[in-house]
């Protein structure tokens, strides 16, 4: 017994083995709900977004072929692409088409990390941060609003969810759904700010920069005098927005969790992340590798778990619909359900043949849609969740903070107990 309790001692001692609570607490019902309303409300956002259809498209070997494709293929031709189709009334969404772009990317990626092919995952992220860049470029405003419809969704249900991992690390509470949103509604102001606040920064800073420069257009000789002279403004500025770019980067992830942990506002929020990187930038990047690396592991196991739920389902459904279709004709399961795949979760059936057959078809695919839903909240569970955690151990390790310590809100009194599932 005392064995037990000294190598219970000594692994105590080893924080970064506490990242592998992350997953008990990813998969937490309450932090699975909150992940798929965010996945519901972002899509919604974008379907609703859609309806005034933006990006040319025009028919292809492969499909559909957008202004996207086309970017990703040859950047220059993009231009003389939209010119060319814009009056074909053939047109579809923004999110739609890179919502089905990044599909593919990530069974890509899948596929070339499950056959430990490193460079063909390195390529299918290379190509979707270039699918992003399109948008950028050439849908600006689009991506404006939407980005600010995003920031303020994840503020609220991401700020929840690490609000949960922060309360049941430190302490094990098991906060209810309505408790952790009503936190992060409250320190709304604070998530939504925390991200924008590296970028006000770089934006001052490069605004400065920028100054500088167009004073340089003055003739007569003045304008390289005054570039000269405040050179060192330039380099000061060039090291504020190296600094804020390299501790957005790196320590994005921190901040969400530092509003979670320590009731703070945005600006300390941003404080502490960027303390931290600089503080033990060795020990985050072990931290942040460990954790993606479990991440991984868990997100594999969780996939095949729904592609096995799936799979039996749908097998054991064959077994029992014995009953013959038509001559020619698939039988009655395969005609209103795909059958599921591993790197394919969810797909359309497109043999229905009969009305019956069509509407059943979309109520399977909405039902299998849920469950694929379930698999990606649990990706953005277990994100904020391994982030608090890695928040929490830094915390711990530069001011020497008790990881039990969190910021409590003093409950009015009478106030009903929360209900909703933990």
Excluded at 33 to 39: D, E, P, Q, V
Excluded at 299 to 306: H, L, P, S, W
Aim: hydrophobic share 50%; net charge neutral.
């Amino acid at each position: 017994m005392e064995r037990e309790n000294q190598a219970s001692k000594i692994l105590e001692g080893f924080l970064f083995g506490k990242i592998f609570r992350s997953f008990r607490l990813a998969v937490q019902p309450s932090q699975l709900i909150i992940s798929f309303l965010l996945i519901a409300a972002v899509g919604l956002a974008g379907w609703l977004m859609d309806l005034p259809k933006t990006v040319v498209t025009t028919p292809g070997t492969n499909g559909r072929e957008t202004e996207m494709n086309i970017y990703l293929t040859n950047p220059e031709q993009v231009e003389s692409y939209i010119e060319r189709y814009s009056e074909s009334n053939q047109l579809t969404g923004v999110f739609s088409t890179l919502w089905g772009f990044s599909h593919d990317k990530l069974h890509g990626a899948l596929r070339s990390l499950f056959s430990l092919n490193m460079p063909g995952v390195m390529e299918n992220a290379g190509e979707y941060l270039r699918a992003m860049l399109w948008a950028i470029k050439h849908h600006t405003l689009y991506c404006a609003i939407f980005g600010f419809i995003t920031l303020c969704l994840v503020s609220i249900f991401g700020g929840a969810i690490c609000r949960i991992a922060a309360l049941q690390f430190a302490r094990g509470e098991k906060p209810g759904i309505t408790e952790a949103i009503a936190f992060s509604r409250k320190k709304f102001t604070s998530f939504f700010t925390t991200p924008l606040v590296p970028a006000v920064i770089i934006l001052f800073a490069g605004s400065l920069i920028l100054l500088i420069g167009l004073a340089g257009n003055i003739p007569l000789g003045i304008g390289e005098l005054i570039m000269g002279i405040f050179t060192p403004v330039v380099l000061i500025g060039g090291a504020v927005i190296a600094i804020a770019l390299a501790g957005t980067l790196v320590g994005l992830n921190l901040m969400f969790p530092a509003v979670a942990y320590e009731g703070s506002d945005g600006l300390d929020a941003v404080s502490r992340a960027f303390n931290y990187v600089m503080v033990r930038p060795w020990r985050l990047g072990f931290y942040t590798i460990a954790a993606a690396v479990y991440g991984a592991v868990c997100y594999v196991f969780v996939r095949f778990f729904a592609f096995l739920l799936l799979w039996s389902g749908y097998r054991v459904l064959r077994i029992g619909a014995f009953l013959d279709s038509a001559e020619g004709l698939p039988d009655k399961v395969s005609a209103i359900w795909a059958e599921p795949h591993f790197y394919r979760l969810a797909e359309y059936s497109t043999a229905a043949g009969s009305w019956s057959e069509s509407a059943a078809a979309i109520m399977v695919y909405l039902f299998v849609l849920i469950v694929v839903g379930l698999v990606v909240s649990f990706i953005i569970s277990f994100y904020f969740s391994a982030s608090t955690v890695i928040y929490a151990l830094l915390r711990n390790k530069v001011d020497n903070t008790p990881i039990e310590e969190v910021y409590s809100e003093q409950k009015p009194s009478g106030a009903l107990p929360d209900l909703t599932p933990q």
